[in-house]
């Protein structure tokens, strides 16, 4: 019940095109949903986040849908970019607690 | 603003001295901070919650006798891996926590164990 299941694995997107990332949980108490953007060698950066009230949240190209009924929020990035070839991490919290995170989606994207 | 930095970020030691690791947060003070190791195109693996002023919390499987960690200050949490051995060689990251829901992460500290 405390895993946050992601996929896929990995992903292979054109320069332009629209990365799509899922994610899905099984604890209903998990309140607070962030993504993560990861470079090689780098620490996680903290990308956009929802709570389970809202269905949409957009930042930018980045945008998190939501749906509490199905138990699964997804990350859009919109006009994908070279520069967003990364690892990106799904996770979810409930109260202040501890994040429990995705296993990870590595995405290229090609020029 | 919420810049977490860590110290240092590689370094390398013999097998069996011990090593230190400092993660701070530079622009807010963190109540509670968090270790994480990494392995290679893995995922982050939750080693121990530290709160201020208090004793750490460590996950299953963590030791806490090899994995030492402080968290002195409101800005400083340090973790000091004790007689290192090569299989302790891995990325680490500390991650600093807003009174909010967010959690920003240092930069980490790659650690070669030879």
């Known amino acids: 019940q405390q895993q946050v299941k992601q996929s896929p694995q990995s992903l292979i997107v054109q320069k332009g095109g629209i990365s799509i990332i899922n994610c899905a949980y099984e604890?209903?108490?998990?309140?607070?949903f962030p993504w993560y953007q990861q470079f090689p060698g780098k620490g996680p950066a903290l990308l956009i986040a929802?709570?389970?009230?809202?269905s949409e949240k957009k930042e930018g190209r980045f945008t998190i849908s939501f749906n509490k009924s199905a138990k699964q929020f997804s990350l859009h990035i919109m006009d994908s970019q070279p520069g967003d070839s990364a690892t990106y991490f799904c996770?979810?919290?409930?109260?202040?607690?501890?994040?429990?995170f995705g296993t990870g989606t590595r995405l290229k994207v090609l020029a | 603003g919420a810049v977490v930095s860590q110290h240092p970020s590689w370094v390398i030691c013999k097998s069996g001295t011990s090593v230190k690791i400092e993660c701070r947060s530079l622009?807010?003070?963190?109540?509670?901070m968090f270790w994480y190791r990494q392995f290679p195109k893995q995922s982050l693996m939750l080693m121990a919650t530290?709160?201020?002023?208090?004793?750490?919390?460590?996950e299953q499987g963590v030791e806490k006798d090899k994995f030492l960690i402080n968290h002195a200050s409101l800005t400083l949490s340090t973790l000091t891996v004790t007689s290192a051995h090569p299989e302790d060689s891995s990325f680490y990251i500390c991650?600093?926590?807003?009174?909010?829901?967010?959690?920003?992460f240092g930069p980490g500290t790659r650690l070669t164990v030879t």
């Open positions: 604890n209903t108490a998990f309140d607070y």
């Open positions: 991650s600093a926590k807003l009174p909010s829901y967010e959690q920003y």
């Open positions: 530290s709160n201020e002023g208090s004793k750490a919390t460590y």
């Open positions: 622009d807010f003070q963190a109540t509670t």
């Open positions: 996770a979810a919290s409930w109260g202040t607690y501890k994040y429990i």
């Open positions: 929802i709570r389970p009230d809202v």
